[in-house]
Nanobody, 127 residues
Framework: QLQLVESGGGLVQPGGSLRLSCAAS????????IGWFRQAPGKEREGVSC????????YYADSVKGRFTISRDNAKNTVYLQMNSLKPEDTAVYYC????????????????????WGQGTQVSVSS
């Protein structure tokens, strides 16, 4: 069965950090660009960060630039999202998605495209 599983979410105070993981099973992430998306209650889904498959081109939404870092470890078939300096407005359900062989990561993040999607992990930033 082909699936993506997110983990690492939780409750953190403003200014804190979390690292989200997106692990693939049933297929190899080497051939897929990976994106992190989030959706807060009452808001549309937003592309947070995307990374291409072969050359690790990255894209970040303006709202997270300088605070979030996306990376991939193909040996572990996992992509990470390191989130630092978290703000209450970062509170959302975070999803990862995989799209086959694309370097158009800004398009992927903007359009919310993906061949496979995870079930999401909740991130809550509150004091």
């Amino acid at each position: 069965q082909l699936q993506l599983v997110e983990s690492g979410g939780g409750l953190v105070q403003p200014g804190g950090s979390l690292r989200l993981s997106c692990a693939a099973s049933g297929f190899t992430l080497d051939d897929y660009a990976i994106g992190w998306f989030r959706q807060a209650p009452g808001k549309e889904r937003e592309g947070v960060s995307c990374i291409s498959n072969s050359d690790s081109i990255t894209y970040y939404a303006d709202s997270v630039k300088g605070r979030f870092t996306i990376s991939r470890d193909n040996a572990k078939n996992t992509v990470y999202l390191q989130m630092n300096s978290l703000k209450p407005e970062d509170t959302a359900v975070y999803y990862c998605a995989a799209e086959y062989e694309t370097s158009a990561v800004q398009v992927m993040c903007s359009m919310g495209s993906g061949d496979y999607w995870g079930q999401g992990t909740q991130v809550s930033v509150s004091s």
